[in-house]
């Protein structure tokens, strides 16, 4: 992911915050405020056969304590007109392998349990749920839940 990346990065995020199903945000940041808070190693874009951005995957840590410096949260949003196509996939290959390579042991990220598609592609990726955290936060005046899960790289001891 590179800063040419960022208008259509940006735009797939807003058409998924729009969705209100995929976070508790109700408006893309902007570049600069996105920039700063994933970690630069471990994000990427998914292109089209024309070279343009159909998805992205980026992590943020999830603690700056030491003994959480192998964890990290992750975001993955595919653009509407690419789901099915094996963009969110790809993604999450990269991510894994990113990740397992820097040395970091887990791979976490929170899921409303409405976003059927989501979950199945992290189950697919070696995700597995860790639980429901029930009516966690307001989102746009509703109690929502979210399905909390990871992926503990095998490689990593």
Known sequence: MLP?????????????????NATFETAAPTW????AAKLPDHRFVA?????????????????????????VEHSVYVHPV????GAGRALLTALIASTEAA?????QSGVFPENIASLALHQRAGFRVIGTRERI?????????????????????
């Open 4 to 20: 040419e990346h960022a208008t259509a990065v940006l735009e797939i995020y807003q058409l998924g915050i729009d969705e209100q």
């Open 32 to 35: 600069d405020v996105f920039d």
């Open 47 to 71: 292109l089209d056969d024309e070279g343009q951005v159909v998805g992205w995957v980026a992590v943020v840590p999830v603690s700056d304590r030491c003994a959480y410096a192998g964890v």
């Open 82 to 85: 690419a789901r099915g196509r």
């Open 103 to 107: 040395g970091l042991w887990t791979i």
């Open 137 to 157: 936060g307001q989102h746009n005046g509703r109690w929502r839940d979210v399905v909390l899960i990871e992926r503990r790289s095998p490689v990593i001891d």
